[in-house]
């Protein structure tokens, strides 16, 4: 999946969003099926789709970093 940074006319796809759209993702098809995003929107769903695909409540982050700290970078 490619996603574009596109300066123009085109409105962001959120349908409660009244922005420019600044990326695109490309659909292949033509600039007006892709997926539009300004850049809130943008941030928004990068921000949504890291709480689904990266499912860490902010204690185990906490614990994961403090471990992290006691054995270094070797895991990494
Ligand atoms: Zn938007």
Not at 14 to 25: E, G, L, R
Not at 60 to 70: C, E, G, H
């Amino acid at each position: 999946m490619i996603i574009e940074k596109i300066s123009g006319s085109v409105k962001c796809d959120m349908a409660s969003c009244k922005n420019k759209a600044v990326y695109s993702v490309d659909s292949k098809v033509s600039l007006s099926q892709n997926l539009n995003l300004c850049e809130n929107c943008a941030r928004s769903l990068y921000e949504a789709l890291g709480r689904i695909f990266v499912p860490k409540s902010p204690q185990n982050m906490l614990s994961n970093s403090a471990k992290d700290k006691k054995r270094g970078k070797d895991e990494v």
